[in-house]
């Protein structure tokens, strides 16, 4: 089974959260500048919300997704205030025509003085069971 790990994360709060979920499934975690390369079972992809919204680059880096080429998708993100950008990215994968669990993880995610100490040991671990439970599933 082929399972890449992807992440936008303009200070690092995804990445660590990408890590955690790599611990899980044999590779390791890249950043979306890093092409997917073959067939992919399932792809987690991550992201932090800007703005009230995600990055242009990640929904650039979405377009060059192919679908025949990847069976699934799961989001992951942070935010300082947002609950989730699951929703936001999930409507471009879909409009990308990519098959999108419709499980997520989510977790606070540090920014100036809010959410200090996020994602912290316990996100991480929770990151990583989340993972787990998905890779299981299949
Ligand atoms: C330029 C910028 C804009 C942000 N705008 C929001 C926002 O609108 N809503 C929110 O909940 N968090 C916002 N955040 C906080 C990030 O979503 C949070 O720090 C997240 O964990 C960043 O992930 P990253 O370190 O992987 O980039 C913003 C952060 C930055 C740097």
Redesign the pocket.
Known sequence: MNIEVR?????????KIADAIAKQTGGSAKSIHEPIQGEVDLLFL????????IDPELKEYILTLNPANIKKVVVFS?????KSAYEKTKRYLQAQGLNVSDQEYHC????TI??KG??NADDMKKAEQFAKSIINSL
């Open positions: 992440y936008y994360s303009k200070s690092g709060n995804t990445k991550g992201t932090g919300i800007y703005a009230f919204d942070t935010a300082a205030i947002v606070p995610g540090h920014y809010l959410r996020r994602p």
